[in-house]
């Protein structure tokens, strides 16, 4: 059974940093692409961050030298999203997901992924 799985959201100022993790499960994770995704109210899913299988890396413009994502591949299958310099901008709930095939021209589009985590919420105060 497949399972992902966000934590470590929460209310913060603006200027603060929050790691948020990812647990999955039940897919070989060490072949997929993680990706980090964030969805507001009447917006569109907007893919913040990637990761493949390689370690090749992907960011939104909106989240360059702020936002780092990194995987661990060994004994427990976490995907992490560090966030610093957080703006209001950024409130959102955040999504992870896995795909077993990324096209690398479009490695943040939501349409790629397969496997969702039901998402935790950051709220950025200004």
């Known amino acids: 059974q497949v399972q992902v799985a966000e934590s470590g959201g929460g209310l913060v100022q603006t200027g603060g940093s929050l790691n948020l993790s990812c647990t999955a499960s039940?897919?070989?994770?060490?072949?997929?692409?993680m990706g980090w995704f964030r969805q507001t109210p009447g917006k569109e899913r907007e893919g913040v961050a990637s990761i493949d299988s390689d370690g090749s890396i992907r960011y939104a413009d909106s989240v360059k030298g702020r936002f780092t994502i990194s995987r661990d591949n060994a004994d427990e299958k976490i995907v992490y999203l560090q966030m610093n310099s957080l703006e209001p901008e950024d409130t959102a709930m955040y999504l992870c997901?896995?795909?077993?095939?990324?096209?690398?021209?479009?490695?943040?589009?939501?349409?790629?992924?397969?496997?969702w985590g039901k998402g935790t919420q950051v709220t950025v105060s200004s």
């Open positions: 997901a896995g795909s077993s095939v990324v096209d690398r021209n479009r490695p943040l589009s939501q349409y790629q992924y397969n496997y």
């Open positions: 039940g897919f070989t994770f060490d072949d997929y692409a």
